[in-house]
């Protein structure tokens, strides 16, 4: 099979709004040792991607200077190791470079489309599930019958959250920002959605004795508010701050309550650590997946030179799910 | 063997400073289930005692309202189930009750006195070698070959830290407040013992490439530069707040370096937590002090009827190591 020496992108020129993303014409990359190439059918839109849009979150080092962390489509190329094959069907975490017709990616953070799921789904699972395995399950050690609380509830991330702690047996909190939202948590499996804008999070969750664990990706005045509602022995794991990184807090809570204060952002961590994540997935949670236990909830999507109008979508807060691009007829 | 039926105890008569400490009679107690009723040759003195004399730390439900919470001596009764013999010679983590002559206390809250060791010794190591070893070890995961910062180098938690952390392997940092004092640190083997009062050890620690471990028992303004100089993946676990518990802080580096901010106290814990550390000691720890690598600093002692001296020692601020009181022929 013979490849194109370029493939049209959406590149970031400049930094700003989401205006300054731009279709352009790049080559196609080649696949190193232990890589593979993806011909993109889907890629995922995350709030990362609108941080380094607007050069807040620079790509780390050797990674594409492209937005986009994750897709799915099929490997067209395998570098020496990779234990992928030409033809195979995944969806894949990347270092970047997503908002393209063809990535390079390594093999070990590919995971196979999830039987019965359509490329388009798939595209919106590594992002969100590699950061809610790793940070609720690894970091935050959430056990069944603990009281879990998920902010954002009807993002990608707090929609997969509710499910993942649902089959885990947790009992499931969320917040949300409007009724409509709230509803769709709870059809979800969370006992309880808290409109923020009418309801106070804490007095709830006071009610049912505090929280075991909270995800937060809000921080700003929610950091006091998560510490005073946590239970003894409780962990607060933060992954973004929408509502800014600075609070000031008293510490002798976090030692009378044996409390975690602890957090963490995917992209920057290892090949090794990721490879660590997609095999717990794999065991873990894609045989949920095959049988329609767990899945993406699909906000809108947009052919990639529109990737502009997905950006706007995701930072007016207005979806419920995923956001995806169209990149290749899929 | 017939015991009597009263003891001298010292007492906290109200609450404020070291004079409300006051001799007193008191009715011996007697071991309940799985306890054991210790004849105290020497009592441990402690910062909680201090905090509970001053109205700031009441004792947990069913704990001895009199101060105490280590002492060494012999066994001489056996409740229940408890796996001493009479005439055994124990150290123990006490609930509350060590400045008296006699004190009730789980039987799994006891270790043999080390070999060749004396009972004030021993009496020295309970409060400080369980909080350490849980702190440190299990709460802080230290590794050998890592960096560990350890606050107050010269306190009893201080010199126990430095011990243990070196003997695991660790590259051990330590701030104090004399040039004396960061001498003994290093003759403990710290590394370097850094005088807070003429000395940046942010800077210092930031020299080295930073720390992976922090044990910190002042807080305040030392809670941001504990988190500024932790490396990706870092600990700071917090113990007690001598320079107040509340701190404004940054939280968008507890995320980017995955760090883990986290504390605890030892006295409101589960009995069966306190057996467990007890496990681990024996097992970890006391070999090390049977053949001399690790022992307590032992500073000033005091009898009994002196407690409040003892305290004003330590409200000072000008020991090193360990205060004792002695309670009977040792």
């Known amino acids: ?20 993303l731009t279709p352009a014409r790049r080559p196609v990359p080649h696949p190193g040792a232990g890589e593979v190439l993806i011909r993109v059918a889907w890629a995922g839109v995350n709030r990362p991607d609108a941080l380094q849009r607007a050069g807040m979150y620079a790509p780390p080092p050797g990674a594409s200077d492209l937005p986009g962390l994750e897709c799915a489509g099929e490997v067209v190329a395998v570098g020496e190791g990779a234990s992928w094959r030409v033809g195979d069907m995944v969806c894949a975490l990347l270092p970047g470079g997503g908002y393209a017709e063809y990535v390079v990616t390594p093999g070990a953070h590919c995971l196979s489309v999830p039987k019965g799921m359509c490329l388009q789904q798939a595209a919106a699972l590594p992002e969100t599930y590699f950061t809610v395995w790793t940070n609720v399950f690894d970091r935050g050690g959430l056990q069944a019958g603990e009281v879990f609380l998920v902010h954002g509830g009807s993002s990608g991330i707090g929609t997969t959250a509710i499910q993942l702690a649902r089959e885990w047996g947790a009992r499931v909190f969320t917040t949300a920002g409007s009724d409509e939202k709230c509803a769709e948590c709870e059809r979800l499996g969370a006992e309880r959605a808290i409109n923020y804008k009418t309801e106070d999070f804490g007095a709830i969750l006071k009610d049912v004795g505090g929280a075991d664990l909270v995800l937060d990706m809000v921080g700003g005045r929610y950091i006091p508010e998560n510490v005073k509602l946590l239970k003894e022995d409780g962990r607060l794991v933060m992954i973004a701050f929408l509502g800014g990184p600075k609070a000031e807090l008293n510490f002798a809570q976090v030692m009378v309550k044996r409390l975690t204060i602890t957090g963490s952002t995917l992209r920057p961590q290892s090949d090794a650590a990721k490879a660590d994540i997609a095999k717990s997935l794999k065991t873990n949670v894609w045989p949920l997946m095959e049988v329609g236990k767990v899945g993406p909830i699909m906000d809108q999507s947009f052919p990639l030179p529109e990737a502009a109008k997905a950006h706007a979508r995701m930072e007016s807060s207005a979806h419920i799910g995923k956001i995806t691009l169209k990149v290749a007829g899929g």
Chains 1, 2 share one sequence.
Do not use: Q
Request: glycine share 16%; proline share 10%; aromatic share 0%.
């Open 1 to 20: 099979m013979s490849l194109p020496d370029e493939m049209e992108v959406v590149e970031i020129a400049g930094s700003g709004g989401p205006e300054v």
